[in-house]
T-cell receptor
């Protein structure tokens, strides 16, 4: 099993450009999450999904959109990138309603917006 | 006030030392507690869950004090490979995980 994979690993964008980050998991997990991690800020939840076709906002959703058309994929979109979105983006997944609700993370996408 | 607070460190210790990390959380409705480990430029990985009775996994011991809203992680006989950032994580019912900013540990020979 590959676990959680993310595409791309690195990306440089110019302000105003758009892009989509792809997250895929092969563990048949119900829940999927997108986080961003910035120096001194820790991991912050952007959006999450509790199942195919459903999404919800997290702590810092502004400037991002998500879609979960297939159970195994969770896409994060930036419609008009801003320098403040320079960050490392992590996708994670977890099983439904399981204690301890361990989240499995992908390797991350390092995004720089110039 | 952040919901989960940790001393960022860094903690610099020699091999073989015992080191303890502390974490406090502000929401008394928090139900589940974890320590995650994150190596430099890598993704976070679950180190251990934290139970009210305290739990141990080899050299690692986690404690929870619900009355004080306080979580701890003790690492005994530190190894070079323990160098990483340790993230304190809490979860309330129906919500996603809430991460602390992490405590950085550097173990030297």
């Amino acid at each position: 099993n590959a676990g959680v994979t993310q595409t791309p690993k690195f990306r440089v964008l110019k302000t105003g450009q758009s892009m989509t980050l792809l997250c895929a998991q092969d563990m048949n997990h119900e829940y999927m999450y997108w986080y961003r991690q910035d120096p001194g800020m820790g991991l912050r939840l952007i959006h999450y999904s509790v199942g195919e076709g459903t999404t919800a906002k997290g702590e810092v959703p502004d400037g991002y959109n998500v879609s979960r058309l297939k159970k195994q994929n969770f896409l994060l979109g930036l419609e008009s990138a801003a320098p403040s979105q320079t960050s490392v983006y992590f996708c994670a997944s977890s099983r439904l309603a399981v204690d301890p609700n361990e989240q499995f993370f992908g390797p991350g996408t390092r995004l720089t917006v110039l | 006030r952040k919901e989960v607070e940790q001393d960022p460190g860094p903690f610099n210790v020699p091999e073989g030392a015992t080191v303890a990390f502390n974490c406090t959380y502000s929401n008394s409705a928090s139900q589940s507690f974890f320590w995650y480990r994150q190596d430099c430029r890598k993704e976070p990985k679950l180190l251990m869950s934290v139970y009210s009775s305290g739990n141990e996994d080899g050299r690692f011991t986690a404690q929870l004090n619900r009355a004080s809203q306080y979580i701890s992680l003790l690492i005994r006989d530190s190894k070079l490979s323990d160098s990483a950032t340790y993230l304190c994580v809490v979860k309330r019912a129906g919500t996603a995980l809430i991460f602390g900013k992490g405590t950085t540990l550097s173990v030297s020979s």
